[in-house]
């Protein structure tokens, strides 16, 4: 059983790959255990898959997972720690903005006692201004409205070790949100700080649509605050009518010379209360489709192919359809 479990998500990284694993190849051979290099194609459309297939055929230690269709990054990443056999599990982006050079820093740390080291940015390189401010404003939001303390500027790299994985891998959630699980288990973390580097080659994966929703499932995965928004902001549009029905009786009895916009009034208190009604709606319809997608309980991801790891290994998580071995499906 090999001792470190690296696992990487990739979604049409072909141009990316190649460079990938020359890195991760250079790290393994510093590592004072086996490793294991899980890759889960996400549906790729590129030649991603093949790619994998050749690393697994020239370097063993290298498993690949593809799944039967775009699931997300997050499932993604999901679908590799519930293949991992390590010790300790190690999570990066296939873009290389996460260095795999930080990875024996993470384990040191390990070492030390803690049981999840995660990576803090300190630096966005050749990112934009708005980027940058929506990612900052984003997580600051998110730690103030959490129930949980969820580091700020952190992403999905990070090491855990196989207790966390374990207890990740437990939970039957099917709108993951890593890095909001990750501090929700507790036990003795810290942080690593480093500069972002900017992607090697290929497209940004997370558009912005993607980083919002991205985001909305954050903020709704780990705080109940949106609700109570829209409860308080209810209270002020009822307090805000009262006291407009009370203007409107005090022109009417005591200065009945005033010119009264009557029509206006009406058209300004409608449009208000129809949007608090609407985004109260739109609030609650977001923890309804959660809910709505927990009772389904539909398998979060289904798995076309799998290489460089046994059937038995295949067969045991509950949360994703059984596939065969590469040698199996030739």
């Known amino acids: 059983?090999?001792?470190?479990?690296?696992?990487?998500?990739?979604?049409?990284?072909?141009?990316?790959?190649?460079?990938?694993?020359?890195?991760?190849?250079?790290v393994m051979e510093r590592l004072d255990g086996d490793v294991e290099l899980i890759l889960v194609n996400d549906g790729s459309r590129d030649r991603s898959l093949?790619?994998?297939?050749?690393?697994?055929?020239?370097?063993?230690r290298v498993c690949y997972l593809s799944l039967a269709r775009n699931f997300g990054h997050q499932i993604a990443v999901t679908a590799g720690l519930n293949f991992v056999r390590g010790q300790v599990?190690?999570?990066?982006?296939?873009?290389?903005?996460?260095?795999?050079?930080?990875?024996?820093?993470?384990?040191?740390?390990?070492?030390?006692?803690?049981?999840v080291v995660y990576a803090q940015r300190t630096q966005r390189r050749q990112e934009s201004?708005?980027?940058?401010?929506?990612?900052?404003?984003?997580?600051?939001l998110l730690k103030r409205l959490a129930d949980v303390d969820i580091p700020t500027d952190t992403g999905d790299f990070c090491l855990m070790d196989r207790q966390v994985v374990d207890i990740l891998n437990a939970m039957p959630e099917r709108n993951r949100y890593i890095r909001g699980l990750r501090s929700w288990v507790g036990f003795h973390q810290t942080a690593i700080c480093f500069e972002r580097d900017p992607r090697f080659?290929?497209?940004?994966?997370?558009?912005?649509?993607?980083?919002?929703?991205?985001?909305?499932?954050?903020?709704?995965?780990?705080?109940?605050?949106?609700?109570?928004?829209?409860?308080?902001v209810g209270l002020l549009a009822a307090i805000i009518a009262i006291l407009?029905?009370?203007?409107?009786?005090y022109w009417r009895l005591f200065v009945p010379s005033s010119r009264l916009?009557?029509?206006a009034i009406i058209l300004v208190a409608i449009f208000f209360i129809g949007a608090v009604q609407l985004v109260s709606i739109g609030?609650?319809?977001?923890?309804?489709?959660?809910?709505?997608?927990?009772?389904?309980?539909?398998?979060?991801?289904?798995?076309?192919?799998?290489?460089?790891?046994?059937?038995?290994?295949?067969?045991?998580?509950?949360?994703h359809t059984k596939a065969q071995s590469r040698s199996e499906n030739r």
């Open 244 to 249: 407009m029905a009370l203007l409107v009786l």
């Open 261 to 263: 916009e009557g029509f």
């Open 283 to 319: 609030i609650l319809g977001e923890y309804v489709g959660r809910i709505y997608e927990e009772v389904k309980g539909r398998p979060l991801y289904t798995l076309a192919e799998v290489g460089g790891l046994n059937n038995e290994k295949i067969t045991t998580p509950d949360n």
């Open 50 to 60: 093949q790619l994998l297939r050749e690393l697994h055929d020239q370097d063993s």
């Open 129 to 140: 201004w708005f980027k940058r401010f929506t990612a900052y404003f984003f997580y600051r």
């Open 201 to 232: 080659a290929g497209e940004v994966k997370y558009t912005f649509t993607k980083s919002l929703a991205l985001a909305v499932n954050g903020l709704v995965s780990f705080s109940k605050v949106p609700l109570r928004l829209s409860t308080y």
């Open 89 to 115: 599990a190690i999570v990066l982006d296939g873009d290389l903005q996460d260095p795999p050079e930080l990875i024996p820093d993470m384990i040191e740390k390990w070492r030390q006692g803690y049981q």
């Open 1 to 26: 059983m090999p001792k470190y479990s690296i696992v990487v998500p990739i979604f049409n990284e072909e141009k990316t790959i190649p460079a990938l694993y020359q890195r991760l190849y250079r």
